[in-house]
Antibody, heavy 118, light 111 residues
Framework: QVQLVQSGAEVKKPGASVKVSCKAS????????INWVRQATGQGLEWMGW????????GYVEKFQGRVTMTRDTSISTAYMELSRLTSDDTAVYYC????????????WGQGTLVTVS | QSALTQPASVSGSPGQSITISCTGT?????????VSWYQQHLGKAPKLMIY???KRPSGVSDRFSGSKSGNTASLTISGLQAEDEADYYC???????????FGGGTKLAVL
């Protein structure tokens, strides 16, 4: 079945960087964009950006420009999201989610990765 | 502050129907039929329940339905069940610089 499996929880110090992985299975990795969405504890969902695994093209929310990098390794069907210069405000669960170009919904989502900055 | 406005909480008794609203603007909900709804149980990942305003993915109960009028989309759950207790988020495509916006989420309590 279609599945996105993310890497485990991380604890980072302020100023450090974190890299979260998202391994896809059950479909052709390069046929769907991977988006990243984060959720601070008790808060709503916040869209961060997208990456096209075929071309490597990316698009980021302005507030994360310069701090976020989304990449992929097509040989292992894995997407990555790296966030640098972490602050306590970046403490959140980070989700990857699949979306097909030309469609407008996210399905499925990864299980989430808790990043704690402390 | 989220781009789309949802009520913080709604509640209902088993067997009843409830509706969750999602209010946006003429640049998102009002402009496109690209509203989707997600169910999130505590500690779990969001799950797609409705897409393109009214469509249900395979495997989602027909007790879930979506609609839209103007800048407001709605999710209706009929025949409430205990397992429906969760947070619900709406999302819309938007013509702004950020192509995707979410609502702040609605906590559904099944009393």
């Amino acid at each position: 079945q279609v599945q996105l499996v993310q890497s485990g929880a991380e604890v980072k110090k302020p100023g450090a960087s974190v890299k979260v992985s998202c391994k896809a299975s059950g479909y052709t990795f390069t046929n769907y964009d991977i988006n990243w969405v984060r959720q601070a504890t008790g808060q709503g969902l916040e869209w961060m950006g997208w990456m096209n695994p075929y071309s490597g093209n990316t698009g980021y929310v302005e507030k994360f420009q310069g701090r976020v990098t989304m990449t992929r390794d097509t040989s292992i069907s894995t997407a990555y999201m790296e966030l640098s210069r972490l602050t306590s405000d970046d403490t959140a669960v980070y989700y990857c989610a699949r979306i097909r170009s030309g469609t407008y919904w996210f399905d499925p989502w990864g299980q989430g990765t808790l990043v704690t900055v402390s | 502050q989220s781009a789309l406005t949802q009520p913080a909480s709604v509640s209902g008794s088993p067997g009843q129907s409830i509706t969750i609203s999602c209010t946006g603007t003429s640049r998102d909900v009002g402009a496109y039929n690209y509203v989707s709804w997600y169910q999130q149980h505590l500690g779990k990942a969001p799950k797609l329940m409705i897409y393109d305003v009214t469509k249900r993915p395979s495997g989602v109960s027909d007790r879930f339905s979506g609609s839209k009028s103007g800048n407001t989309a709605s999710l209706t759950i009929s025949g409430l069940q205990a397992e429906d207790e969760a947070d619900y988020y709406c999302s819309s495509y938007t013509s702004s610089s950020t192509p995707w916006v979410f609502g702040g989420g609605t906590k559904l309590a099944v009393l």
